[in-house]
């Protein structure tokens, strides 16, 4: 029997699907959509459960966001959108006879084809763009992922636990 004596995560991460008015083109634009007026740090939102009070400031938050920030593909949404989206086989296959995978396969194309056609009129002259961030990746990303970075805009939060 293998026993794993090494340091063992819990990590995770989430894609952020996020609709801006229109394409922030500096750093002082993303920084006006992300946070309050007047707002000088983002921190670290577990800073009470560890003895690390993390913080960045807004306008270092902003530039990385921005650096990051290019418009989503209509596959990149597509890709999102199927970790939201699960059809039950055995439901399926109990409605629809005794179906091969490809069968299901298509419906599932077919249901991820029309919620990403719903997301993009409920996103409907926005500017789209899609963002991953894991705690895998150290503290900053650990905080853009839990920080409520996107609040103040329409998104959809896809958890990848």
Sequence with gaps: M??????????????FIVAF???????DEMMSVLFEEGQSEFVNPYRFHHSDPSGWSVNEVS??????????EKSE???????LVEIDWDKFRDEHGNMDWGAYHKAEDGLVASKVDELLNNMKNKFICIY????????FYSALE????????????ISKH
């Design 132 to 139: 991953e961030f894991s705690d895998n990746d150290g503290k």
């Design 63 to 72: 530039e990385f966001v921005l650096s990051l920030t290019k418009a989503a």
């Design 2 to 15: 293998k026993i794993k004596s090494d340091f063992i995560t819990n990590s995770s991460s989430s894609s």
């Design 146 to 157: 839990h920080g409520d970075l996107f609040r103040h805009l329409q998104h959809i939060r």
């Design 77 to 83: 949404l597509e890709d999102e959108v199927r970790n």
């Design 21 to 27: 008015d229109k394409f922030p083109e500096t750093v």
